[in-house]
Protein backbone atom coordinates (compact mmCIF):
# COMPACT_ATOMS: atom_id res chain seq x y z
CA UNK A 1 0.00 0.00 0.00
CA UNK A 2 1.60 3.57 -0.82
CA UNK A 3 2.08 6.04 1.61
CA UNK A 4 0.05 9.04 0.11
CA UNK A 5 -3.23 7.50 -1.53
CA UNK A 6 -5.54 10.65 -3.05
CA UNK A 7 -9.27 10.30 -4.35
CA UNK A 8 -11.69 12.83 -5.27
CA UNK A 9 -10.55 13.85 -9.00
CA UNK A 10 -12.89 13.01 -11.73
CA UNK A 11 -14.40 15.34 -14.62
CA UNK A 12 -16.71 18.13 -14.36
CA UNK A 13 -18.48 21.25 -15.89
CA UNK A 14 -16.52 24.85 -15.76
CA UNK A 15 -17.67 26.57 -13.14
CA UNK A 16 -18.80 23.27 -10.34
CA UNK A 17 -16.82 21.66 -7.89
CA UNK A 18 -14.56 18.53 -6.18
CA UNK A 19 -12.91 17.94 -3.01
CA UNK A 20 -9.55 16.16 -3.33
CA UNK A 21 -8.28 13.89 -0.37
CA UNK A 22 -4.74 12.42 0.28
CA UNK A 23 -4.86 10.08 3.16
CA UNK A 24 -1.47 8.78 4.22
CA UNK A 25 -2.51 5.07 6.01
CA UNK A 26 0.95 4.11 6.87
CA UNK A 27 2.46 6.91 8.04
CA UNK A 28 3.07 7.61 11.52
CA UNK A 29 1.13 10.46 13.14
CA UNK A 30 4.15 11.88 14.36
CA UNK A 31 5.77 11.85 10.75
CA UNK A 32 2.31 13.70 9.56
CA UNK A 33 1.74 15.91 12.23
CA UNK A 34 5.09 18.14 11.80
CA UNK A 35 4.73 17.43 8.28
CA UNK A 36 3.79 20.51 5.78
CA UNK A 37 1.28 19.37 3.06
CA UNK A 38 1.12 20.60 -0.60
CA UNK A 39 -0.50 20.06 -3.63
CA UNK A 40 0.76 20.16 -6.89
CA UNK A 41 -0.72 19.55 -10.75
CA UNK A 42 0.50 18.64 -14.25
CA UNK A 43 -1.63 19.59 -16.98
CA UNK A 44 -0.96 18.34 -20.66
CA UNK A 45 2.18 19.61 -21.54
CA UNK A 46 3.18 21.60 -18.96
CA UNK A 47 5.39 21.75 -15.66
CA UNK A 48 4.23 20.40 -12.44
CA UNK A 49 3.53 23.27 -10.79
CA UNK A 50 2.55 24.21 -6.59
CA UNK A 51 -0.98 24.80 -6.19
CA UNK A 52 -1.15 25.24 -2.44
CA UNK A 53 0.45 24.24 0.45
CA UNK A 54 -0.58 24.25 4.46
CA UNK A 55 2.52 23.93 7.03
CA UNK A 56 2.00 22.26 10.70
CA UNK A 57 1.01 25.24 12.14
CA UNK A 58 -1.96 25.48 9.50
CA UNK A 59 -0.41 28.47 7.48
CA UNK A 60 -2.06 28.25 4.39
CA UNK A 61 -0.68 29.59 0.65
CA UNK A 62 -1.82 29.60 -2.77
CA UNK A 63 -1.01 30.07 -6.35
CA UNK A 64 -2.39 33.28 -7.53
CA UNK A 65 -4.07 31.21 -10.23
CA UNK A 66 -6.36 29.37 -7.64
CA UNK A 67 -6.46 32.53 -4.86
CA UNK A 68 -10.13 32.66 -3.85
CA UNK A 69 -11.40 29.62 -6.00
CA UNK A 70 -9.57 26.36 -4.21
CA UNK A 71 -9.05 25.63 -0.19
CA UNK A 72 -6.20 23.47 1.12
CA UNK A 73 -6.85 21.74 4.58
CA UNK A 74 -5.70 19.22 6.62
CA UNK A 75 -6.74 16.65 9.25
CA UNK A 76 -4.23 15.44 11.39
CA UNK A 77 -6.45 13.34 13.56
CA UNK A 78 -7.17 11.31 10.49
CA UNK A 79 -3.87 11.74 9.06
CA UNK A 80 -5.38 13.44 5.46
CA UNK A 81 -5.28 16.39 3.87
CA UNK A 82 -7.72 17.63 1.26
CA UNK A 83 -8.03 20.29 -1.92
CA UNK A 84 -11.69 21.87 -2.32
CA UNK A 85 -11.80 23.72 -5.15
CA UNK A 86 -14.70 25.40 -6.64
CA UNK A 87 -15.00 27.65 -9.69
CA UNK A 88 -13.45 25.19 -11.96
CA UNK A 89 -12.13 26.82 -14.96
CA UNK A 90 -10.74 24.49 -18.08
CA UNK A 91 -7.42 25.21 -17.36
CA UNK A 92 -7.55 23.82 -14.04
CA UNK A 93 -7.54 20.70 -15.98
CA UNK A 94 -4.25 18.47 -14.99
CA UNK A 95 -2.99 15.37 -12.97
CA UNK A 96 -2.58 16.67 -9.12
CA UNK A 97 -0.34 15.17 -6.44
CA UNK A 98 0.12 15.63 -3.12
CA UNK A 99 3.11 15.65 -1.43
CA UNK A 100 3.95 15.47 2.13
CA UNK A 101 7.12 16.85 3.61
CA UNK A 102 8.89 16.22 6.94
CA UNK A 103 12.57 17.61 7.17
CA UNK A 104 13.23 14.97 9.12
CA UNK A 105 12.21 11.66 7.42
CA UNK A 106 11.50 12.83 3.62
CA UNK A 107 9.58 13.76 1.34
CA UNK A 108 6.10 11.47 0.13
CA UNK A 109 4.29 11.40 -2.90
CA UNK A 110 0.51 10.63 -4.40
CA UNK A 111 0.15 8.46 -7.23
CA UNK A 112 -1.72 11.52 -8.42
CA UNK A 113 -5.80 12.04 -9.43
CA UNK A 114 -7.16 13.01 -12.71
CA UNK A 115 -9.05 16.33 -12.70
CA UNK A 116 -10.67 17.34 -16.13
CA UNK A 117 -12.62 20.63 -16.08
CA UNK A 118 -14.72 21.16 -19.73
CA UNK A 119 -16.63 23.83 -21.03
Known amino acids: QAYLVESGGGSVQAGQSLSLSCKAP???????????IAWYRQGPEKQRELVAT???????SYADSVQGRFTISRDNARKTAYLQMNSLKPEDTAVYYC??????????WGQGTQVTVSS
Open 26 to 36: RMITSTFNPSS
Open 54 to 60: ITSNYDT
Open 99 to 108: NVRNGAVGDF
